[in-house]
């Protein structure tokens, strides 16, 4: 007997792809819902992540600026302690110096150590009152001050054997001969390397001019004697401010005297503004041949190169002094002030 089968008992076929269908866009929805789920974690995570870098920047920002501005102020702090140690020191030296100087003077002269300190406190002669400048300001400065420091302490101390270093010529033989063991005195030759160092300078008659007021200015502030000051022109020889007041040694090596005072009161005007016009502005009229500035003496070993002396007389006149080009534009008072000062100075 044949059966029969019942709607139960059988699915149709497509009943089954139906089946399938569903079961499939389920699973493509539970998938598809896990990753927008696994992607929102991800998002939250990485925004959490860039705010916690983005705050640890800040802090270590913050740390890193305080840090900076504590190296700053304890830089600032011991600068300005050594600045004020080097300053005492300094005026401790030179007090110092001057004294025991003055005292070796004034024993010489039968003089009881009582008696020369007194006589110290009453103050110095024209010829023994150097100018008062600060701590160096510049390399050259450095190198000028150190020598001028150490050879009048030397020369204070004992005087036997130390007049024949400085002859009463300047020896120009520096400006052209930078060998360390050339034979030169030890002042033209210190003096020569830094005249040959400014390169602005380019011209025989500057060159000269320059190495003859700075070692005829330093041979009297190491020897501080009567014959030394009267060998610089007078407009060389230091205004009572720059006895007075404080300021740059540089100040004190240019020619015009109220330039120097006006110097001295504008501390605002910086070494570098001012030498870098300067240099190359400054000229010594001079008509003749630049060659004819110097003169050769003696041969061999012992021959020198000295200034001529038509020149050195035309050097010492400060009307043949001037400047030109950038300083006038750059400096238009201190100008004014070299252009009258010319017109009436010897």
């Not at 033989?173 to 380019?202: H, K, Q």
């Not at 870098?276 to 009229?285: D, E, G, L, P, T």
């Amino acid at each position: 007997m044949a059966s029969t089968a019942s709607p139960s008992d059988t699915t149709s076929p497509a009943s089954t792809a139906y089946s399938n269908s569903s079961t499939a866009r389920t699973l493509a929805a539970l998938e598809h819902e896990n990753l927008e789920r696994k992607r929102a974690r991800d998002r939250k995570s990485q925004k959490a992540m860039r705010e916690r870098t983005k705050l640890n920047i800040a802090c270590l920002t913050q740390e890193n600026n305080e840090l900076k501005h504590a190296l700053n102020m304890e830089v600032r702090e011991k600068n300005e302690l050594y600045n004020r140690f080097l300053a005492v020191s300094e005026e401790n030296d030179h007090l110092r110096v001057q004294k025991a100087a003055l005292q070796l003077r004034l024993l010489g002269n039968g003089l009881d150590a009582g008696e020369a300190v007194k006589v110290g406190e009453g103050g110095l002669a024209v010829h023994e009152a150097i100018p008062l400048n600060t701590s160096p300001t510049t390399m050259s400065d450095q190198i000028l001050q150190t020598f001028v420091e150490s050879r009048w302490e030397a020369y204070a101390l004992q005087t036997s054997g130390l007049l024949k270093s400085y002859p009463d010529k300047p020896d120009l033989s520096a400006l052209f001969d930078g060998r360390p063991n050339r034979v030169v005195d030890e002042t033209s030759s210190v003096v020569g390397d830094i005249v040959r160092s400014y390169t602005e300078i380019d011209t025989l008659p500057k060159q000269v001019a320059l190495h003859y007021v700075m070692s005829t200015l330093m041979k009297w502030q190491v020897l501080r004697t009567k014959a030394s000051f009267e060998a610089m022109p007078e407009w060389l020889r230091p205004e009572p401010l720059q006895l007075e007041k404080p300021h740059a040694s540089w100040i004190d090596r240019i020619p015009w005297p109220k330039v120097r005072i006006y110097l001295i009161g504008h501390p605002e005007v910086k070494y570098d503004d001012f030498a870098s016009a300067y240099s190359s502005s400054f000229n010594v009229k001079w008509d003749y041949d630049p060659r004819h500035v110097i003169i050769t003496t003696g041969s061999g070993e012992g021959a020198g190169i000295l200034i001529n002396p038509i020149y050195e007389e035309h050097v010492r006149q400060l009307r043949n002094w001037t400047v030109e080009g950038v300083f006038r534009r750059r400096f238009p008072e201190m100008t004014e002030i070299i252009d009258a000062q010319g017109k009436t100075e010897k």
